[in-house]
């Protein structure tokens, strides 16, 4: 820690200097500003900023507003000029004749106001219409949760599975572009939260919305081959008391009650969430394993109905405080709790080559699962005098728990599925898990007003550590006794520690954008398998460089080129070496020999905007090195076991399409396509890993408003065509929802949503290794009917003591 903070120190100083020394190198003039939103008087990042000639309206500048709304031009031969501001979802503005006289000058425009698209200036002001689901920035794209009609009754995790490039399968994993390796955040730091299903549980109406970024730079954290996913919670800043209360009913027994309330003044923001979701539904699953021997053919048939009860409970409080204009400081608490309760019945069928039946038995299985997870967070902003900078500071903690018991049983039967005189078995399990993260982050911007040009630097410590007990006995049937036994019985404890510091570089040339970053890192993994009184260390330093390139064509047209280095680190759970024995013929370990993956990756982008269409696209290609890969292995007795190993190198490009296309004032659209072909290269060891192939996956989203904008239609499309593995590949997988809202006031609305209408949706595979092959096939209850009641209370108003940090005037239109 001490390390990363005295290079965040040498950073500041060197360019602070570097600033002073260069500052009176170039003489331009400077016009500089920031936009808020009318209504909320939050800070709008992204509002793109062009700056033309009076003369002949040629295009003489543009820039882009960073996360505090701010923007900053330099002015070279130009006297005479105006600026126009625009921001999708935003009614653009104009400010014409503005000039400058032969002086070295700068124009501070101070605050500028843009008005939503969807909003109109009463004397109580209301919201009337809806703003964009989809937004798109230059390094990432933000998902308006509150806006896609979809999310009726669900969980944050379906709510990913919603956006472009996202897929979520049947266990909660998440990838993006077709890799499973994204770094999931909470309000942009690492959370418990996120571990073991976490966001399953999690209501979608307590998120926001989400920001997906593909190709980070050297200020967030090199994990994730794919990039980053931040999921940001509901946190109202609107003047005043106001709240909303929210239920939700669905077909096979599910219900979802949430709760806000906020209170803000001038001084203080106060705010809470509470919500409950209670769910039954099924888990079933079928499958086939065919292995060639010496001897012949063996075929494992498998079925396992299943039921699956989920209750969670989530309550997040916090609060801001305004100590002065410049400077806010915030604390805040989040807290999960959560139970499962699944149940099913494996039926294991052999068969010799002749289709002969000779061995069948059934284990039937009942696993109670009951976690916490407890986030604590305080972070500190100050924004500098005149304009010059922020300096920011957040620590978070978090814990999590989780207690699990199963009770198993086995019974044989004989070919005419009679119970055998072969004894009947009973186990059971009971593991205790616990894990504990902490972060703490320090960052500060400056901009040099003469250069154009930005400084960033930080440092950031990571701590994580994870504590699993698990125990097994056997029922003794002489004794009537469970006794221990040695198919699950370990400790093992992990702990991560990652040290880092970063310093990055932007500056702008008219028509020109770039920026540069390097991120230094030290990182130490070690998982201790306690029982053997073995750790195994694997301590690392790198560096991580990334480049950001942007040029605007014209006043609606954008090109850009990105670059990253970025690392993969095998986690926890993908290092713990000891055997998952739940369904014995399909085991589950780690490896905790796994070294880290390392990751080029190049992004080519292009976006353009028009009054009715907004499109962005990209090609990217990513490349490998020890790639870390899902491994099946086969062995003799038909028992498979799915464990983690590195293969030599992988290749990754592709191409991701987003357009948003509004023809009519009630009628918009989004339509996504994400492919990319894959191909992995393993030169030695065992297994069939040298697999290639084209994956494609695309989404629609239409909505209709009608009934005077008071009532909307939404129909929601996804489909995925096979998706290649390093053994094999994932079968298609599709799924139409579609649902509906209605409006009584500005109080009450009700809603309606009917997901997977035609019950497509699951998880299915085939992989194959030589002489053997293995079909699955998961489902899962997902086709429901929801309806919602929503009550809203509370006034949307914006008085002239609205807007802080008023220095400096405020512009209006």
């Known amino acids: 820690m001490k390390f990363a903070l005295f290079l965040c120190f040498l950073f500041t100083i060197f360019f602070s200097n570097f600033a002073q020394t260069n500052s009176s190198s170039v003489k331009s003039n400077i016009v500089k500003g920031q936009i808020l939103d009318t209504l909320t008087a939050k800070n709008l990042e992204f509002v793109s900023v062009r700056l033309f000639s009076a003369r002949d309206s040629s295009v003489v500048g543009g820039a882009l507003t960073d996360s505090l709304g701010k923007f900053e031009l330099s002015v070279f031969k130009t006297k005479r000029f105006y600026l126009t501001f625009s921001l999708v979802g935003y009614s653009s503005k104009t400010i014409e004749n503005l000039s400058f006289n032969d002086a070295n000058i700068s124009y501070d425009l ?35 949760v509150s806006e896609d009609l979809n999310t009726q009754g669900s969980s944050a995790s379906d709510v990913l599975n919603n956006i472009p490039s996202i897929e979520v399968d049947q266990d909660g994993n998440i990838s993006l572009r077709g890799d499973g390796n994204v770094i999931i955040l909470v309000d942009g730091r690492p959370s418990t939260l996120t571990i073991n299903g976490g966001l399953q549980g999690l209501p979608a109406n307590s998120v926001e919305r989400i920001e997906v970024v593909t190709n980070p730079s050297a200020k967030y954290d090199p994990d994730g081959t794919s990039g980053i996913i931040n999921i940001v919670l509901k946190k109202s800043k609107l003047r005043g008391i106001n709240g909303a209360v929210s239920t939700t009913l669905g077909t096979g027994n599910l219900f979802n009650g949430t709760g806000s309330v906020n209170v803000r003044t001038s001084k203080i923001n106060v705010f809470a969430n509470y919500s409950y979701r209670y769910s039954e539904g099924y888990r079933n699953f079928d499958g086939k394993l065919s292995r060639g021997t010496s001897l012949g053919t063996t075929l494992l048939e498998q079925n396992r109905p299943g039921t699956h009860l989920r209750k969670n409970q989530n309550l997040r409080v916090g609060f801001d405080y305004y100590l002065t204009n410049t400077q806010t400081i915030g604390f805040s608490v989040n807290h999960a709790l959560g139970y499962q309760d699944r149940f099913s019945a494996l039926n294991n069928t052999f068969y010799d080559e002749d289709r002969l039946l000779y061995s069948n038995w059934e284990r039937k299985s009942n696993d109670i699962s009951e976690d916490e997870n407890l986030d604590f967070n305080v972070n500190y902003r100050n924004e500098l005098k005149n304009n010059k900078g922020t300096l920011s500071a957040d620590f978070t903690t978090s814990f999590g728990n989780e207690k699990n018991s199963g009770e198993y049983s086995n019974e044989y039967f004989l070919n005419n599925y009679v119970s055998s005189t072969q004894s009947y078995i009973n186990q059971r399990l009971n593991k205790k898990e616990d894990n504990n993260v902490t972060t703490g982050q320090l960052d500060y911007t400056t901009t040099l007003t003469k250069q154009k040009a930005r400084i960033e630097v930080g440092a950031k410590v990571i701590l994580r550590n994870q504590n699993l007990d698990t125990k097994s006995e056997t029922l003794n049937d002489s004794l009537n006794l469970y006794l221990s036994d ?33 991120r230094g890192e030290y990182a130490q993994q070690i998982p201790y398998l306690i029982d053997q009184d073995k750790r195994i260390v694997n301590d690392y330093f790198n560096l991580f460089p990334s480049g950001h390139l942007r040029y605007d064509l014209n006043k609606k047209r954008e090109l850009s080129l990105s670059y990253s280095k970025r690392i993969n680190r095998a986690n926890s759970y993908e290092l713990n070496p000891f055997t998952d024995y739940s369904d014995p013929l399909n085991l589950r370990f780690g490896n905790p020999y796994l070294t880290p993956e390392f990751i080029n990756s190049f992004d080519l982008g292009y976006s353009i905007e028009k009054d009715k269409i907004v499109f962005t696209s990209s090609i990217f290609y990513r490349s490998s090195t020890d790639v870390i890969q899902r491994v099946k292995v086969f062995y003799d007795d038909n028992i498979t076991a799915t464990t983690y190993g590195n293969i030599d190198k992988s290749q990754s490009y592709g191409f991701e399409a987003v357009l948003n296309y509004k023809p009519l004032k009630w009628f918009r659209n989004t339509l996504s396509f994400n492919g990319d072909r894959i191909e992995y290269f393993n030169a030695g060891g ?20 009608f009934w005077k904008n008071t009532a909307s239609f939404q129909v929601n499309v996804r489909y995925n065509t096979p998706r290649i593995a390093a053994q094999g590949k994932v079968l298609p997988r599709s799924a139409i929802d579609i649902s509906g809202d209605k409006k009584f006031s500005d109080h009450w609305s009700i809603g309606m949503r009917l997901s997977d209408v035609f019950n497509t949706q699951g998880f299915s595979y085939d992989f194959q290794q030589q002489t053997v092959r293995q079909t699955g096939n998961y489902k899962w209850l997902t086709r429901r009917l929801y309806f919602t009641l929503t009550y809203k209370f509370g006034k949307l108003e914006i008085g002239k003591k609205e807007n802080r940090n008023s220095a400096g005037g405020e512009v209006d239109f």
């Open 686 to 705: 065992e297994g069939n890993f040298n697999n290639s192939g084209f994956n494609l996956g695309i989404k629609y989203s239409g909505t209709v408003d």
């Open 110 to 144: 101070g605050k500028i106001s843009l008005k939503s698209s969807s909003v109109q200036n009463l004397t109580e002001v209301k919201v009337i219409g809806q703003l964009d689901v989809f937004k798109t920035g230059i390094d990432k794209k933000i998902y308006n």
């Open 486 to 518: 040695t198919l699950a019985n370990f400790r093992y404890k992990y702990v991560e520690q990652i040290t880092s510091a970063y310093a990055i570089w932007g500056q702008q040339f008219g028509k020109w954008k770039y920026q540069l970053g390097i």
